[in-house]
């Protein structure tokens, strides 16, 4: 494994790449109205550029292109290739609405395409119930399902300032530790490159008020395609995080527990649309992000809970793992408090807003607490970031 410092060179440049360009693509957005304009379903007040994806992928390239080990390695520009089409299906999306039937098929074609190229899916469960290497004949379509459902995921969380980017950054830095300590080198790489090329564009959409940006459908579906080839990567039979599993840790419960709330919060959206007689990908207001703000949560205030219990579902299983539970036990923990988090506790505050029931007062404190946009702070945080 490369020393620290040949992998945090990428976190930097990446870091630097999109904090150089994001004010150009901001004034490329604001000339052409590329913009998200506010309805009824969205939560802000003002149209708001929407290109900030293109600046974070430009930040990524360039982390990349700072690594002699990604030059060494074919895949990855297959990867980088696979990344840049969902950019331009994403964008494309944003600026004319694409049908999801038409971005379903696009999405299933790349990661069909990834599987074929890299010669790598989900095909071990790891001792996970006593399994060991699955046939392709269940490796492919299991893992295309999985891959589909983790990019739009991904897709449907970006609804807050600051949410899809801070969920990024969070996993992206989580995973660049496993690949770090496991020996992968490429992934790590990649991982460290979105931590560092994410962080000027969550400064600008949480603080900027004229550099404010939205990432995006091309933003998102550029993230969720590499948080689910994280995912393929670590659950690969050939996974250099084989010597983990060996030593009872769970990297099915691992990986589920980094995507918690994003999968779970979908899984719970889609299915009550179903029971409602809806379809699926209808948009509504049903997420959790909006039950935060419908107590009263600011955007940010809504961006820290949220992250703070995908957090507390990782750490729980970590805590489960270090403790010496079987892999069994691990993946029922972080099913168990995921369903917590995006399907009991979303049901419970709905009911109390619904009825005034005595824990909305309760939960009306903790959101005044976290109303960090009303702090002495924030204007000054505003006139830095925008400065930049």
Known sequence: MKEIHHILIPALFAFLGTLWIHPKVLKIAIM???VDNPDARKLQRNPVPVMGGIAVFFGILIGLCTSQTIFENANVFMLVSAMMIMLYTG????IIDLTPTIRFVIEILIVLWLIVINDSSINSFWGLWGVGVIPDLVAWP??????VGIINAVNLIDGVNGLS??????????FAIMFYYSGNTVMCTLAVSASGAIVPFFLHN???KSTKMFIGDGGTLVIGTMM????????????????????GMGLIPFTLAILAVPIFDTLRVMSTRMLHGSSPFHPDK??????????????????VSILSLNFLIVASWFLSYKLGASVE?????????????????????KRQIAKQGKALVFFEKIAKSMQFEKKGIWEFAQKTIDKL
Request: charged share 10%.
């Open 32 to 34: 052409k109205n590329l």
């Open 91 to 94: 964008t494309i999306d944003d």
């Open 142 to 147: 299991l893992t295309v399902f999985a891959a």
């Open 165 to 174: 980017s801070g969920f990024c950054f969070m996993a992206s830095t989580l």
């Open 206 to 208: 949480v603080f900027g």
């Open 228 to 247: 689910s080839m994280f995912v393929i990567s670590i659950l690969d039979e050939n996974s250099l995080s084989a010597s983990y599993a060996l030593k």
């Open 286 to 303: 049903t997420h959790l992000h909006h039950m935060f703000i419908d107590l009263g949560f600011s955007h940010v205030g809504t961006t």
């Open 329 to 349: 036990v691990q993946l029922y923990i972080v099913l168990a408090l995921s369903i917590m988090v995006t399907f009991v506790f979303y049901n419970f505050a």
